[in-house]
């Protein structure tokens, strides 16, 4: 069985940041990509970034380019997301997601494993 664990979320001002972190409980699923997504209250849970296994490829979405920053850290089965300059609009329940492919797509359908998610809530 592969658990996903997110961690760090909380409420940040306007221009702050935080740091998520993802632990999955399954090594074999340091070999896969990984991402994390957000849905809003009232909206669709939409991408924010993936990573592949190798590292090598990474992407955002638009709205998050250049404020985020994804990473993993295979030996520990970890992938954070640095998040900084903070918006209002960027507040949401942030969840990790994980596939078996060492492919990263922007998908949520294409993710075989979810997390229960961490709100992010950017207010002052």
């Known amino acids: 069985q592969v658990q996903l664990v997110e961690s760090g979320g909380g409420l940040v001002q306007p221009g702050g940041s935080l740091r998520l972190s993802c632990a999955a409980s399954?090594?074999?699923?340091?070999?896969?990509?990984m991402a994390w997504f957000r849905q809003a209250p009232g909206k669709e849970r939409e991408f924010v970034a993936a990573i592949s296994w190798s590292g090598v490829s990474i992407y955002y979405a638009d709205s998050v380019k250049g404020r985020f920053t994804i990473s993993r850290d295979n030996a520990k089965n970890t992938v954070r997301l640095q998040m900084n300059s903070l918006k209002p609009e960027d507040t949401a329940v942030y969840y990790c997601a994980a596939r078996v492919s060492r492919v990263a797509v922007s998908t949520a359908l294409d993710y075989d494993y979810w997390g229960q998610g961490t709100q992010v809530t950017v207010s002052s």
């Open positions: 399954a090594r074999a699923f340091s070999r896969g990509a």
